[in-house]
């Protein structure tokens, strides 16, 4: 089968017949398939297998037919040799979270041709298997650093804003390490072969606009800046307060979630982006009319942008029916 380019013609500004649909945390528990290989192995062994991770890539793109894929692994999966034990139970817990300057100091560079080799392999593997461009990604560094310090996730995230406030020099030395290991991290992705890259800024949202402005912005301008050789794509969930500084970045789409309409974020955003979005996940769970209704919604706003690649407006949720998957992979498709 020819290989389906049209994300990367989406990317390059073409005007094409129907938007790319892809959808974030696409391979999943949702999945009958994806359960069955993660019955037998934890769900780090699964990221750290190659094959197998390579194996769950395919089966949503097998199953709906969607125009891209994304790498299998977690955001937290680099922050693991950094120095924090890691682990999944399914969510995220660490047992030694960074409190204090010396725990930021402890916390490594990685080199992620040796130490992430095996998301290298992955990603060549996944490659060479696939008839549609693979996305790779991070972590936002404020999102992983606030899984870092917290250790696990938070509805307030209080001990980030503490240590950011009463300890910021703790705070700066971490971000500026996962600012680093991000770069690198990306990049070693992209010289594997990912045509577009994405980096998810899932908790930006939970700071104030002067926040983001000193402790978040400048650490993902430096990171959108610095990767090469791909199309970046910056998600931050709840952050449609900060477009006044994120319409300054360079790069090629923003995530929009479902929160702010497209036509809302074009206009704030001075249509300089291709949008990335932003179906309510949760719009899954209704009926197919209903689901018909908002894509449609959602289409219609999509032809106004710059671009537009359609997704959800955050990760697909486990216990969503896969058959309204289909069917809305189906709409978008036109068939
Ligand atoms: O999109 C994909 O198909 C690629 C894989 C992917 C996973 N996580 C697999 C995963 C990606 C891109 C992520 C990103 C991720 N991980 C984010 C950013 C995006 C977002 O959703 O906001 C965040 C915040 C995490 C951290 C994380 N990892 C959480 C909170 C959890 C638990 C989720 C839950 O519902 O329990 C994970 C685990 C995880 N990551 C799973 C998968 C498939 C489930 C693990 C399992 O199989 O048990």
């Known amino acids: 089968m020819a290989f389906n380019d049209l994300l990367l013609r989406t990317l390059n500004g073409e005007k094409t017949d129907r938007p790319p649909i892809w959808l974030m945390r696409q391979a999943g528990r949702y999945m009958k398939e994806y359960r069955d290989v993660r019955s037998k192995v934890s769900f780090l062994e699964l990221c750290k297998t190659p094959e197998l991770a390579c194996e769950v890539v395919l089966q949503p793109i097998d199953a709906f037919g969607l125009d891209c894929a994304i790498l299998f692994s977690d955001i937290l999966v680099p922050i693991e040799p950094m ?193 990335q979005g932003n179906m309510d996940p949760a719009l899954l769970f209704a009926d197919k009319d209903t689901i018909t209704k908002y894509a449609n919604i959602i289409l219609e706003e999509g032809k106004s942008l710059k671009g537009h690649i359609f997704n959800l407006g955050h990760g697909i949720m486990p216990q969503t029916p896969v058959e309204n998957v289909k069917h809305l992979v189906d709409i978008v498709k036109g068939v």
């Open 83 to 275: 120095g924090v034990n890691l682990d999944f139970k399914p969510a995220p817990y660490i047992s030694n979270p960074v409190r204090t300057l010396a725990d930021a100091e402890r916390m490594r560079l990685v080199d992620p041709k040796t130490e992430l080799k095996f998301v290298m392999d992955a990603i060549k593997l996944m490659i060479s298997k696939l008839n549609v461009p693979l996305i790779g990604f991070s972590g936002a560094p404020f999102t992983l650093a606030c899984y870092m310090i917290e250790g696990e996730g938070s509805k307030s995230f209080l001990e980030v804003k503490k240590l950011m406030h009463n300890n910021t020099k703790a705070y700066t030395t971490l971000m500026e390490k996962l600012t680093d290991n991000t770069i690198s991290y990306l990049q070693a992705q992209v010289d594997c072969g990912c045509p577009v890259v994405q980096m998810f800024d899932t908790w930006a949202g939970l700071v104030s606009t002067y926040e983001y402005k000193e402790f978040i912005f400048p650490y993902v301008q430096r990171v959108a800046e610095s990767v090469k050789g791909a199309h970046f794509i910056y998600f931050a969930k709840d952050s449609s307060s900060f477009y006044p500084m994120i319409k300054k970045l360079n790069c090629a789409a923003l995530g929009v979630d479902w929160k702010t309409s497209l036509k809302q974020a074009d206009a704030a955003l001075e249509h300089k982006f291709v949008l």
